[in-house]
């Protein structure tokens, strides 16, 4: 069985609402690490967004299991876009993710406004490539979805169903 993941940027420091907030990082991180225990999957192939993508990749790496990077954008401008404007902390661990770039698969979605949503299409077609004869399971960390607030996430989780994957909704909030 393989994973296919997307989950909530960790919020930034003016966010008005909470989606993923820095303080429930460990939570999440916990969360993550038994679940990829638990189904010890053969690899999860994600982004490597600041937030649950890079949380995932981290985990399952320490885990032994193996991963694939998605792209939507080239390396540099991905960490600038979707990385780093979380802080130094979440681009070192863009780093330990993915220490060379030419180990991710880039697919330079940029020309689009909504590089972002076609990036699930991204993940999602390179996990079913991937895994072949294997299951594919679709992993979203994220709140409850809001329909007039719909994220990304909530994208990749719609997307994931409408090719009959099962979806896994991880909520990031805790409940302190």
Avoid: C, K
Wanted: glycine fraction near 6%.
């Amino acid at each position: 069985m393989w994973l296919a993941h997307a989950g909530n940027r960790v919020d930034a420091d003016d966010a008005t609402t909470p989606r993923f907030r820095p303080e429930d990082v460990p939570w999440v991180e916990g969360r993550l690490r038994r679940l990829l225990a638990a189904l010890r999957p053969t690899g999860v192939v994600s982004a490597a967004a600041a937030g649950a993508d890079l949380l995932v990749l981290g985990v399952a790496r320490e885990l032994g299991i193996h991963t694939e990077i998605v792209l939507p954008l080239p390396v540099e401008e991905f960490v600038r876009r979707s990385v780093a404007d979380r802080g130094p902390a979440w681009v070192a661990r863009f780093a330990q993710v993915l220490p060379d770039g030419s180990t991710a698969v880039v697919r330079d979605l940029g020309e689009h406004d909504d590089w972002y949503l076609r990036g699930n299409d991204a993940i999602l077609d390179h996990a079913l490539s991937v895994a072949g004869d294997e299951q594919v399971l679709a992993v979203a960390v994220r709140p409850t979805p809001d329909p007039d607030r719909p994220s990304a996430t909530d994208d990749f989780a719609r997307r994931a169903s409408s090719r009959g994957l099962t979806v896994i909704d991880l909520d990031p909030r805790s409940s302190s």
